[in-house]
């Protein structure tokens, strides 16, 4: 039934009606996608679908384009009509079943492992108001065990409350604004990687040369192997002495692992920390601003300098550190961009060990071959490459403050 609720935060000054409050079957109603496995998408299929995992990797609140398509007979297949609300019914985490997409696009085949919610209100603005506000309520009525499954009959009977359809009309509006200006913002950030990726390539191959100062060449590059550099290499931790769960703390000196390093920094986020006596009985992996951390297990060849936010911390046994001695010899910036580039990373799969964990021993390490110019030209291709970094971390930090802006918002504008 129809009754007077509380108004969101944020609502624009036109709208006065008071917000319906019903079930999700009473605005709409159910039904399950069929079969598209993952072996019936092939190169050569005709009918385009969508794909439950697509929901987690490939889409984000709006499906602009289809990516698969599927060789399953016409006749065994469930297809769009244009409006639909996907909803996965399997997953790992109960959280991640309040992650549904917008289908605007008709004579799609939808999988088997989604639930297609149709609805007479806008399917769009049912998918923020889900992603938003129904988390923690799908998360409740979710069933299974490793895989949970979450069943659309549990869905029908959670309560919603929306505005009208021309109040949802504006909303969606809105937000599709600022969703456009995030797709923006994702594709400079993908278009300066991909910038970045092929001048590395160029530098690296000898196509593009810096000049001297006075306009002269630079002499011709040297090859030496990364052992025979001025460069301490040396483990993270391991051994009696390694921290185990029970040893990490809320604060103290950061305790780096794996994941932490991504996309040449160190990430703070799911930091570990451990006590400054731990920290010092742990006598390797000590870090100074400007080491170089490489991951050599597991995924391999991960690479971050150490500002100096994280002198002092330490790492794990994942991470082998690298310290420049000589600085009149090797710019550690330049140390950090040939180790990414794909030369380099072809010779960590080369020399990697292990068949279940793979590993790049200390030792292999050493054998890898590096391409190294005079130090003046180091200099010019790290300040160059640093300051395509700098561009790609303004961008960064735009999409993030983008996705933030939009989080509060979605907070505010649904009950």
């Known amino acids: 039934m129809n009754e007077a609720v509380n108004i969101p935060q944020l609502r ?20 399950y996608g069929k079969s598209a496995p993952k072996w019936s998408v092939t190169e050569d299929a005709k ?63 939808i999988g088997e492992m989604i639930s297609v919610y149709n609805t007479k209100e806008s399917g769009l603005f049912f998918t923020y108001y889900i992603n938003s506000k129904l988390k923690k309520a799908f998360a409740r009525v979710v069933e299974g065990g490793n895989v949970s499954n979450l069943y659309y009959k549990y869905l ?53 040369r810096f000049k001297a100062n006075d306009g002269s060449d630079f002499p011709d590059w040297e090859e030496k192997k990364l052992g025979d550099l001025s460069v301490v290499i040396s483990d993270g931790n391991y051994g009696e002495l390694y921290p185990t769960s029970s040893d990490f703390k809320l604060t103290g000196v950061p305790f780096l692992r794996a994941n932490n390093i991504k996309s040449l920094k160190i990430d703070g986020t799911d930091t570990k920390y451990i006590t400054e006596e731990q920290h010092s009985l742990l006598t390797s992996g000590h870090l100074q601003t400007n080491d170089i951390l490489i991951t050599t297990r ?40 040939v180790l990414d580039h794909r030369d380099s990373k072809k010779q960590y799969k080369a020399f990697e060990t292990g068949t279940a964990l793979k590993q790049l021993p200390k030792g292999n390490l050493r054998k890898i071959k590096l391409k190294l110019p005079t130090l003046f030209e180091q200099n010019k291709i790290a300040n160059f490459l640093s300051s395509i970094d700098t561009k790609i971390e303004q961008v960064d930090k735009q999409l993030d403050e983008s996705k933030q802006f939009k989080k509060a918002l979605l907070q505010q504008m649904f009950v």
Do not use: W
């Not at 624009?12 to 039904?31: H, M, N, Q």
């Not at 697509?54 to 244009?82: A, C, M, R, V």
């Not at 809105?174 to 993908?190: H, M, P, T, W």
């Open 12 to 31: 624009f000054p036109e709208f006065t009606k008071a917000l319906r409050r019903k079930s999700l079957g009473d605005f709409g109603y159910f039904y």
């Open 156 to 208: 029908e009977n959670i309560n919603v409350t929306i505005p009208s359809l021309d109040e949802q009309d504006k909303i969606i509006d809105f937000l599709s604004a600022v969703d456009n200006k995030i797709e923006l913002l994702r594709q400079k950030q993908e278009l300066l990687g991909e910038y970045k990726k092929g001048l590395m390539q160029q530098i690296f191959s000898q196509a593009i």
């Open 47 to 109: 009918t385009p679908c969508v794909r439950y995992g697509e929901l987690y990797s490939t889409f984000g609140e709006y499906i602009l384009d289809i990516k698969s398509h599927t060789n399953i007979p016409p006749e065994n297949l469930k297809f769009s009509k244009g409006g639909e609300v996907l909803v996965p019914r399997v997953g790992e985490d109960p959280l991640d079943f309040a992650y549904c997409s917008f289908l605007p696009i008709s004579d799609v085949a």
């Open 298 to 337: 597991g995924v391999l060849g991960n690479l971050a300098i150490v500002e100096s936010t994280h002198n002092g911390s330490n790492i794990n046994a994942q991470i082998c550190l690298l310290r420049v001695t000589n600085t009149s010899e090797l710019n550690h910036f330049y140390l950090l961009f």
